[in-house]
């Protein structure tokens, strides 16, 4: 949590694993990467269990870019395929039960603001649609009311792919899955529509399939969650597996559901806009 924590006693960097230094010298931390800067740089996740294809996995690679201050972030996420990816970035992680998420980072967010008074800590909730709008629902939209300052992302895709197949809140209506066979029987819950009710500063949606797109939205959310309040990232990452989508044909999925009904959508409050519009004068990332 703090570029300290990566550093070791003088002389015994050249004793530590070799993922270990790359990551210090040529990490992210402390300076600000950009998507053009990839192949020049140690990333925070360059490993991981998921599925090939995983449009998941290609998501949270380019969100943790992203970060303003990926040393002074911890992630929050709970059951689900996300968190086999977050687990093994080199960024606090911290796993919540699956309807706990957002109760968790408000303790943190706040407990973190008390510790360190002098320096900006940001918290980001990263869980999937069942997480965040189905057993998570409840702790999301009480943390969007009391106006608490983190990043909540909805790893949308649509089903429950960790557990077999059931459908979700999220799913279409009429989609047939496998724990589903007659298809969904109502409409997908409009969580940007409840977003904006509670009040919350920065709304977005998106699709993996704009990777630069996906890393300003990123660095906006956690900025304007920092000084503002929540913000929230909506983003369709298909589950490849259920949906039987072939594993080079992920993007090419992502770019036609977008077209289609998951066009990028940003909601800005006023005060959140004058906050951003401040920081790009500034020149810098809000550090």
Known sequence: MALRTLQVAPGFMRFMPKEYQ?????????????????????????????????????FIR?????????????????????????????????????????????GLKRGLAIRFPEQDKDVVVMAGDGGIADIGFSQVM??????????????????????????????????MVK??????????IDMLGLARTAGVAYIARLTPANPSRVVSTIRKAVLVARKIGPSYVQVYTSCNIEYSIPADKVLDDARQVEKERYGYLEIVSEEAGAYLESVAAEGGEGR
């Open 142 to 175: 009480h943390s969007w009311f009391r106006k608490e300052k983190f990043t909540t992302v909805m790893l949308d895709n649509e089903v429950y792919g960790n557990t077999g197949g059931q459908e979700s809140g999220m799913t279409c209506r009429g989609t």
């Open 22 to 58: 790359d990551l210090v010298e040529n990490g992210p931390f402390g300076r600000q990467v950009k998507l053009s800067d990839v192949g020049t740089f140690k990333e925070i996740l360059e490993e991981h269990p998921m599925c090939e294809g995983c449009a998941m996995a290609f």
């Open 179 to 188: 724990m589903a066979p007659r298809g969904k029987q109502f409409d997908k």
């Open 62 to 106: 380019l969100a943790l870019m992203g970060l303003p201050n990926p040393e002074h972030t911890i992630m929050v996420g709970t059951a689900g395929c996300g968190r086999m990816a977050l687990s093994q970035a080199a960024i606090p992680f911290v796993y919540g039960n699956y309807c706990d998420t957002n109760g968790v980072a408000t």
